[in-house]
């Protein structure tokens, strides 16, 4: 039985790639199922993605476009666009053109009925050595701290079914959101296939996320949601055990 697919962009100032997200995806979706869907969430931007968008949606009837009139943030677009994908699987990608959207064909074979996350990891960074080094920090730092399994935290190529969000709730709305997710994910009991992908030089636009104000505004967050998460579970656990403790006679 063919699967149904959202596929889901946030964007952000990407007017430069989001058509050719778009156009892949669609031409990808078309060659392996029947029901499916595109979903653009344009995240506040100020350069002409609405205008390419709106001139996208003409020529492709299956491409719905959520605006956000002000910037929410990545979280603030992903929890938006997650919401309204209403097909049973959930693919999801950046759209600034990084990932190849034909790669979901990749992610589609590791999704077996015992799976119900796929997760990209990047075969090799193209990015430039700053954000490499960066990137290694981070990604060694999140995953010692929030004891995560996944070789690749902040790989935005993932495919999912829609219903692990019936016991998932995510809240964040800035970058931080990524470690949120596959923290829950992981700690729901989600079974998680990791599947290897490309990713490429940015031709487009400019990181929003490699400037000091921001990395100091993650850090907090990164704070906040390990207190939350890792800190509040554990004396969570511990009250509940000492509760459980047989009560000796006075």
């Known amino acids: ?6 596929a889901f962009f946030p964007a952000y100032n990407d007017a430069g790639t989001i058509p050719s997200m778009v156009i892949a995806t669609d031409m990808t979706l078309r060659s392996i199922c029947d029901d499916y869907e595109i979903v653009v969430v344009n995240d506040g931007s100020a350069d002409h993605t609405a205008a390419v968008l709106e001139e996208l949606s003409r020529s492709y009837p299956r491409l719905k476009v959520v605006t956000h009139v002000k910037n929410r943030g990545y979280g603030g677009a992903l929890r938006s666009g997650f919401a309204s994908a209403s097909k049973e699987l959930v693919f999801y990608t950046d759209g600034d053109a990084q990932y190849d959207p034909r790669e979901l064909v990749l992610l589609l074979d590791a999704m077996r009925p015992e799976v119900d996350w796929v997760n990209g990891y990047k075969v090799k960074r193209s990015d430039p050595l700053n954000r490499i080094i960066i990137g290694k920090l981070y990604h060694w730092t999140v995953r010692t701290a929030f004891g995560l399994k996944v070789r690749d935290v902040d790989c935005d190529f993932r495919l999912f079914r829609r219903s692990v969000f019936d016991k998932v709730r995510l809240e964040r709305d800035s970058g931080v959101i990524c470690v949120e997710m596959m ?6 009991g989600f079974n998680i296939a990791q599947v290897p992908v490309s990713h490429f030089h940015r031709a487009y636009g400019v990181s929003q996320f490699f400037n000091f104000p921001r990395v100091f505004r993650v850090g907090l967050d990164l704070i906040a949601l390990w207190r939350e998460l890792v800190l509040g579970k554990g004396m969570s656990q511990g009250q509940a055990e000492a509760r ?7």
């Open 1 to 6: 039985m063919k699967p149904s697919i959202s």
């Open 183 to 188: 923290k829950k994910v992981q700690d729901a």
């Open 244 to 250: 459980a403790l047989p009560q000796k006679d006075a």
